[in-house]
């Protein structure tokens, strides 16, 4: 099972490596990362594999969602299948 | 791989289009709770929801959760009460008193099939249920009443369209110190399909399964910003084409959802109702999509033309993407719950009479009407009769609820609050129709019913 990380907010420093280091302690491993800045926005999406995360994916979600806020980005993790359902035939 | 843009476009419809599933509906057959006892009817009728929808709730919470997409509400259907009444007899408002509790304890908000159909005539049990309706929409705030007046291939029960005039002037007067929120919680139906996951009119029909699971979705949020993206001079059909592109997406999520929900309650999937059900919210309106294909205000003149196009491009972009579509799928025209539907109605650009035309190109019918308190009720059933043969001649569903507005004069307004939202009284043509009223009897089937 898949999720997708998505990041937006304002651009600074470190923003990969804080939600890469987040992901390492769930034990989530990423598969895919694709990052650009629009403007001075910065946008992520990250692809993880969430089948042996060390945590309830749930509390994942809301966890990173905080983490987003503290951290003045707007965080979302979503399971993959919303995604496909919506944009793939 | 998932492109980056379809991403952000999908949190984007969810984060600030206000996209979301409107409701979870769990349909419940309660024909095997039937009891000539009406005490022991209600005790199984207890146990059988209680056991079946226990998890309805935190199910919704977590695929919430999981997938990121708002599940607004959960919610059960169940078979028409009038049935059961036939069979036990007593006094029906024990029974909506008995799915009050259920919905209550299973932390739904509202629970559906308080309800008769009678399109044909009355059967045992169905008069005392119509009777009891008022009393039991002000004695509970979760049971929802609906009865079915008339359909395309038995006509129209005109007794009963005389007896839900008076019933949706006495629900209003018993909850007048609470906005007159009975007369919300009630619709009369011609066509009423079976499956319907909306509320006030969801109940569970006896051709369905013991138990499904159905599912609203919504967005017009969704379908408004596409719409606003396109320029002043594309044409129509090419608006109704990203119409249907928007439903495609839109209906995929809800099937996502619904097939989701039933697997891990493992119910089976019945339905997915592909509506544009309008919130009170701003950007969440359906007259707001119309006002965005060109129109100045909803109600102007080109309005039932827009109001068509974009009814038959929902269904057809969602259609392909739900393995099994039903219940009332269409544009939703609620007046008090669509912010633009409560502006036009405010600058009387939007009046009755035209929301009585839009019902026959759209899925329901006249919807959250606030009228004045001093309406007749012959007045209502006068208007009652007219949705009705609409949905008779056009083999279409239409539905009315009308709030009478008790003891407020025109120009004021009822606040419902939450989804119900708020809405101004509107003028009602106050010409006698009693004299047609009181006649009673029935208006046959027409010609469109003989179809062998």
């Known amino acids: ?89 | 791989m998932l492109n980056a843009n379809e991403i952000l476009e999908t949190i984007k419809m969810i984060d600030e289009e206000n996209l979301d599933v409107r409701t979870i509906t769990m349909g419940i057959s309660l024909i095997d709770c039937a009891d000539s006892d009406i005490d022991r009817s209600c005790e199984k009728i207890y146990k059988k929801v209680k056991r079946l929808a226990g998890n309805l709730v935190s199910v919704g919470c977590d695929i919430e959760k999981e997938y990121g997409i708002p599940i607004i509400n959960k919610r059960i259907s169940v078979t028409p009460i009038a049935i059961l009444l036939g069979v036990s007899g007593g006094d029906p408002v024990k029974y909506a008193l008995t799915l009050q509790k259920c919905a209550e304890e299973l932390d739904v908000n509202f629970i559906g099939g308080y309800s008769a159909l009678v399109q044909k005539g009355f059967s045992a049990g169905d008069r005392e249920l119509i009777e009891s309706i008022p009393r039991a929409l002000s004695m509970t705030d979760r049971v929802c009443a609906s009865v079915n007046v008339g359909s395309t291939k038995a006509g129209i029960n005109m007794d009963a369209v005389k007896m839900l005039g008076e019933k949706i002037k006495e629900a209003a007067e018993l909850t007048k110190d609470n906005n007159c929120i009975g007369a919300a919680k009630l619709v009369v139906f011609c066509n009423a399909p079976e499956d319907n996951p909306f509320m006030a009119g969801a109940f569970h029909g006896v051709g369905e399964a013991d138990c499904v699971i159905n599912v609203g979705v919504s967005g017009p949020g969704v379908v408004r910003s596409a719409l606003k993206k396109a320029p002043k001079d594309l044409p129509m059909n090419e608006l109704a084409d990203i119409i249907k592109k928007t439903a495609f997406k839109i209906t995929r999520m809800g099937q996502l959802v619904g097939s989701e929900a039933s697997k891990r309650l493992n119910v089976p999937f019945g339905i997915v109702d592909l509506s544009l059900a309008p919130t009170p919210a701003v950007g969440d309106s359906v007259a707001y999509i119309l006002e965005e294909m060109g129109l100045s205000n909803c109600g102007v003149p080109g309005t039932t033309a827009c109001l068509a196009m974009l009814n038959d491009a929902v269904k057809k972009g969602g259609v392909m993407a739900s393995s099994s579509v039903g219940g009332l799928s269409g544009a939703f025209i609620p007046v008090s719950e669509d912010a633009g539907m409560i502006k036009a109605a405010r600058n009387q650009s939007l009046t009755i009479e035209k929301l009585e035309a839009m019902t026959a190109v759209c899925s329901v019918g006249l919807d959250m009407i606030v009228i004045p308190g001093e309406t007749s009720a012959a007045t209502i059933s006068g208007i009652i009769a007219d949705e009705m043969a609409i949905g008779m001649v056009n083999s279409k569903t239409t539905a009315v609820r009308l709030i009478p507005a008790i003891g407020k004069q025109s120009g004021e307004e009822l606040v419902f609050g939450g989804l119900l939202g708020s809405g101004p009284i509107m003028k009602v043509n106050e010409g006698d129709c009693s004299i047609m009223i009181n006649r009673g009897g029935k208006i046959p089937s027409p010609m469109q019913s003989l179809k062998n």
């Open chain 1, 1 to 89: 099972m898949k999720a997708v990380i998505s990041v937006v907010g304002k651009d600074q420093v470190g923003i990969l490596a804080k939600v890469s280091n987040e992901c390492a302690k769930v034990n989530a491993n990423i598969l895919e990362v694709s990052q650009n800045i629009m403007q001075d926005m910065f946008v992520m999406i990250m692809m993880i594999e969430i089948e042996n995360l060390s945590v309830d994916f749930k509390e994942f979600v809301d966890y990173m969602s905080n983490y987003g806020e503290k951290n003045q980005l707007k965080i979302h993790v979503m399971h993959e299948d919303i995604f496909n359902s919506m944009h793939k035939i």
